[in-house]
Every structure is written in C-alpha cells, then in structure tokens.
C-alpha cells in the first residue's frame, strides 16, 4: 500500500440513515482533489433504491461529483466507473452476499488496485468491515461467524459496537479464544480514518459513541477507547 492510501471506516449510521452528516463532510475534506469524484457502491443491501437517493440528496449538497454502481441490473464497464471515483463509498447491508457478487465482477481486485492508485475507499457497516483481513458476520444465518475481507487492512473490525451487544460480546469472545486477530469496535456516529495502513484519527459525530482496540489478554480481552 503506497504513502496516500487512505480507508474511511464507519461504524453505522451517516447519509443511508439520514444521520452524521459530519462524517461524510470529514470524507470529502481527505480528498486531495477539488470536486472529487465520488462513487456509491450499494451492493450489499442489494442496490436499494432509498439509500441510493439519499446518496444522491447528501452529496448532490456538496462540492463533488456523486455517482453509483448498481449490480444488479444491467451493467457495464465496471473497471471503467471504479478508476474515474477520486473516493468510493461502499453501503452497508449483507456482507456475504456483497463480496460474493464483487467477486463474479472482479471488484475485489479492482478496489485493491484503487486503493494502491490513491482512491480515498469508506463505507458504513459491511462497508467498513470489507476493508481489513476478516470479520463477524451474521449474513449467513448463523450467527456471527468469522468471514475474510478484502485485506487492505490488518485485524479484525466490529461495526454497531457498543449499539450491538450480542455483537460486541461476540467480538471480544472470538478474539480472546484466537478466532479472530486482534482489531477495532467501532460505535455507530464514529468513523476511522487509516492512512498507509495506519490509525489516523478517530472521527465522533455522537455523545458517548467512541472506538476502541481490542486484543487478546491473559484471561479476558483487553479493550481501550481510542481518542
């Protein structure tokens, strides 16, 4: 990963729920480019229309150039639309089944070489997972179960964290028995932002939401807030 590599990671909430508009402005502000061109990938709660418009209502407000992916319709040049976005911004909704329709379209790969190329990559929920070696999801019935990522970034990742309890706990659990390797809980309203692989800045848009890291101790997991 080059030197402007830079990931958005996102708890929950922001434009799909109408909420924290902070963290898409924090977004457009990373951007190196006036106007930037700005993708939406809403794979994963199967190209909904209504996240889709309020992709278009958020950022049509703001000095950018917003345009989507759907996949599930016709589609067309795919490699195309992934190296014209300056920032992609990926939804949340089913994270099996998005990286198992990226996958028939190449887009792992795609996305892996934007981010080399200097793309600015975030998202929200399954969208901000997608982005390291592996994480919790319940896509597939059941349970949380440990499923791999697109390895843009090391460890593991929890989004709704505090907000989820069963989540959180599941996390914790996974990670001290050695399931999953060590990483990051993030509440919804507050996103990371990585650069060249590291933890940049902690971005808070709520009272009381916070990140933290969690590892492995010697009888129960190690959790600290991150600032």
Request: glycine share 12%; hydrophobic share 35%; net charge neutral.
């Amino acid at each position: 990963m080059n030197s402007s590599a830079q990931i958005l990671a996102i708890g929950g909430g922001g434009f799909t729920h109408a909420t924290d508009p902070v963290l898409e402005t924090y977004l457009l502000s990373i951007s190196p480019v006036n106007n930037p061109s700005i993708g939406f990938l809403p794979t994963a709660s199967g190209d909904s229309e209504t996240r889709i418009k309020r992709f278009y209502s958020r950022f049509s407000a703001e000095t950018c150039r917003p345009d989507h992916l759907a996949l599930f319709g016709s589609v067309s040049e795919v490699e195309r639309w992934v190296k014209t976005q300056d920032i992609i911004y990926v939804g949340g909704g089913n994270t099996k089944s998005m990286l198992g329709v990226w996958r028939e379209w190449g887009l792992p790969e795609l996305l892996r070489e934007a981010c080399h190329r200097g793309t600015i990559l975030s998202g929200v929920s399954a969208g901000a997972v997608c982005w390291f070696d592996i994480a919790l999801s319940d896509s597939g019935g059941r349970g949380l179960e440990p499923l791999p990522m697109l390895q843009l970034l090391r460890g593991s990742c929890c989004p709704h964290y505090t907000n989820e309890p069963n989540r959180q706990q599941a996390f914790e659990s996974q990670i001290q028995s050695g399931k999953l390797p060590a990483g990051f809980g993030i509440d919804d309203g507050v996103a990371l932002h990585f650069s060249n692989g590291n933890l940049e800045k902690v971005i808070k848009t709520r009272e009381q939401a916070a990140a933290y890291s969690v590892c492995a101790g010697a009888t129960a997991p190690v959790v600290k807030q991150l600032s």
